[in-house]
């Protein structure tokens, strides 16, 4: 089932794919991915897909653009370069040379950016073994697994990366405070 959801100047392209049942209704998973995106300073006004698949769809996204065997938790697949968006200690970094990646597009279209693959079923056995969480060892709700995840996909969308110990500490805690202020 694909559904649309406007959040503000983001619309969010639901896809939840057939035998998968979401923990977290459409509606607040497009609120979460919508204040990810203004927290971020994605460009706006602009649309990003968001896939709720199983282990096995995750699997072979996983092979075919990783080269990695088996089920991951959340891919993502960003459209815009990092210099797209603000730099922060998260990794992405403006153009050193000034070059703007801005364009103006035509009146009443959106910039598309990205689309994020989330695998529910990961979520759930994360979520029930207590391998979940941002340290791996968090028994949880199978929806706060799945929130974090979103959260996780949405930041690689707009640029954020984990791969230097500042970068991955700037994401982290970015990703404690939007899920605090989404618990509100």
């Keep these: 089932m694909t559904r649309s959801i406007h959040r503000g100047p983001w619309r969010i392209d639901l896809d939840v794919r057939d035998g998968v049942t979401s923990p977290l209704p459409g509606a607040a998973l497009a609120r979460l991915v919508g204040d990810t995106l203004s927290a971020a300073g994605a460009p706006s006004p602009a ?23 088996g089920p991951t938790d959340v891919l993502s697949f960003p459209l815009l370069p990092p210099a797209a968006y603000p730099a922060h200690a998260g990794g992405a970094a403006a153009d050193p040379h000034g070059s703007s990646t801005s364009f103006v597009l035509p009146p009443r279209s959106r910039v598309h950016l990205g689309d994020i693959v ?12 207590g391998v979940g969480g941002q ?45 605090a202020a989404d618990d509100r």
Excluded: F
């Design 118 to 129: 989330v695998s529910v079923e990961r979520a759930i056995d994360q979520a029930a073994r």
């Design 135 to 179: 340290t791996g060892d968090v028994r949880w709700t199978p929806t706060d697994e799945l929130r974090l995840l979103v959260v996780h996909g949405t930041l690689h969308i707009s640029g954020w990366d984990h791969a230097a110990p500042i970068e991955e500490a700037a994401m982290r805690a970015l990703e404690r405070r939007l899920l």
């Design 47 to 69: 649309s990003i897909g968001v896939i709720l698949a199983d282990d096995a769809e995750l699997a072979e996204l996983n092979a075919t653009h990783m080269g990695t065997v």
